[in-house]
């Protein structure tokens, strides 16, 4: 966004496209799933403080921060792939300073409409998995 407040034409590769693309899902995602490591750590250190540290093991933090970049990589890949398959024609423009996946859709030549569905129900899916984990872990501390 730097960039282009200094240049006059604000033009995005298709390849810098997806990798803004990539970039957004993984960071994003991969916030939150360390959220709700965060909200286990904190249910183990206050539900169980004197086996905290039998519980949470530097080996058990790296396994689960390994497992939170795992699961965006698959996310985020998952994303870019169903990106990749869209077909373009017309005035490429997007009326935004970031790549999202909805705005590709409505420059798509093709029926997107189970594209967007699936998308949708992934990123849905996700949120909504991260969110119940998260009010399951504070009610039960």
């Given at each position: 966004?730097?960039?282009?407040?200094?240049?006059?034409?604000?033009?995005?590769?298709?390849?810098?496209c997806l990798t803004?693309?990539?970039?957004?899902?993984?960071?994003?995602?991969?916030?939150?799933?360390?959220l709700v490591v965060?909200?286990?750590?904190?249910?183990?250190?206050?539900?169980?403080?004197?086996?905290?540290?039998?519980?949470?093991?530097?080996?058990?933090?790296?396994?689960?921060?390994?497992?939170?970049?795992?699961?965006?990589?698959?996310?985020?890949?998952?994303?870019?792939?169903?990106?990749?398959?869209?077909?373009?024609?017309?005035?490429?423009?997007?009326?935004?300073?970031?790549?999202?996946?909805?705005?590709?859709?409505?420059?798509?030549?093709?029926?997107?409409?189970?594209?967007?569905?699936?998308?949708?129900?992934?990123?849905?899916?996700?949120?909504?998995?991260?969110?119940?984990?998260?009010?399951?872990?504070?009610?039960?501390?």
């Open positions: 966004m730097l960039i282009d407040l200094l240049h006059q034409r604000k033009i995005i590769s298709w390849g810098g803004q693309f990539f970039l957004e899902h993984f960071l994003g995602g991969s916030e939150v799933i360390i965060m909200a286990y750590d904190r249910y183990v250190a206050i539900g169980m403080p004197l086996h905290y540290t039998t519980i949470m093991r530097q080996r058990l933090c790296q396994l689960l921060v390994v497992m939170a970049w795992t699961g965006e990589i698959v996310h985020a890949t998952l994303q870019i792939l169903s990106a990749d398959d869209l077909t373009f024609c017309g005035p490429n423009v997007i009326d935004h300073f970031m790549c999202e996946f909805f705005s590709l859709l409505k420059l798509a030549c093709s029926d997107t409409y189970r594209l967007g569905v699936a998308v949708a129900a992934n990123s849905g899916g996700m949120c909504l998995l991260i969110f119940f984990m998260l009010r399951i872990s504070y009610i039960v501390t």
